[in-house]
Every structure is written in structure tokens, then in C-alpha cells.
């Protein structure tokens, strides 16, 4: 499986940002796929998931009601619609894959590349 990223840049504070992430390689049919971060000098951290279908959705108390995640699975892409950017928000982000949601909020088993988001004061 290749997860591709994209979408991450720099903005200001306050400004919007959609990442998205394609799949390939095979199906990902029922995988849960998600988002993490990373910011420099920090640990890895989760930030959302949904599930195959859309009907599951979850999202870290730092981006609650300001991120929010979705997908294609006729294109097998995730988005992720980021508003109201905060400089804390600055990280490298990553997309996931995993066939359960414990695995996709903790050990996803696909990685993506990172995208690099900059949110400037």
C-alpha cells in the first residue's frame, strides 16, 4: 500500500488548509484511515480517523471542532479540512491506514509520507 499526502504549506494564523491522501496498491476496502502529527522536538501524535464508511469519526481534544476528516473511497483518498489554523498546529502530517480503529488511533499498520504544515503568528 502507498499512501500519498499533499495540501500542507504554509499560512497564517487563523487561515484554512485541506490535506488530502490517496491510496494504492490495493484495497483498502474497511480500513480505517486517519491523520497524525509531529512536530519538531515532539512525539508522534493522533489527530482524527473515520472509518470505511464515514460513520465513524474521531479527532484529538487540540483539533475538536476545528478539524475535520472525510473520504473518497471511489478514489480512496481521505481529507483533511483544517480551519482556524494555530501556530501549535505547525507539525509534519501523516496519513494512515488500519484495519481496526484502535490500530488506526495508535499503530497504524500503513504510513504515509509527511506533509509539512506552517502556521506563522
Known amino acids: 500500500v502507498q499512501l500519498q499526502a499533499s495540501g500542507g504549506g504554509l499560512v497564517q494564523a487563523g487561515d484554512s488548509l485541506r490535506l488530502s491522501c490517496a491510496a494504492s496498491g490495493r484495497t483498502l476496502s474497511n480500513y480505517y484511515m486517519g491523520w497524525f502529527r509531529q512536530a519538531l522536538g515532539k512525539e508522534r501524535e493522533f489527530v482524527a480517523v473515520i472509518s470505511w464508511g464515514g460513520g465513524v469519526t474521531d479527532y484529538a481534544d487540540s483539533v475538536k471542532g476545528r478539524f475535520t476528516i472525510s473520504r473518497d473511497n471511489r478514489k480512496i483518498t481521505v481529507f483533511l479540512q483544517m480551519n482556524t489554523l494555530k501556530p501549535e498546529d505547525t507539525a509534519v502530517y501523516y496519513c494512515?491506514?488500519?484495519?481496526?480503529?484502535?490500530?488506526?488511533?495508535?499503530?497504524?499498520?500503513?504510513w504515509g509520507q509527511g506533509t509539512q504544515v506552517t502556521v506563522s503568528s
Open positions: 494512515a491506514a488500519a484495519p481496526t480503529l484502535a490500530q488506526a488511533m495508535a499503530d497504524p499498520r500503513y
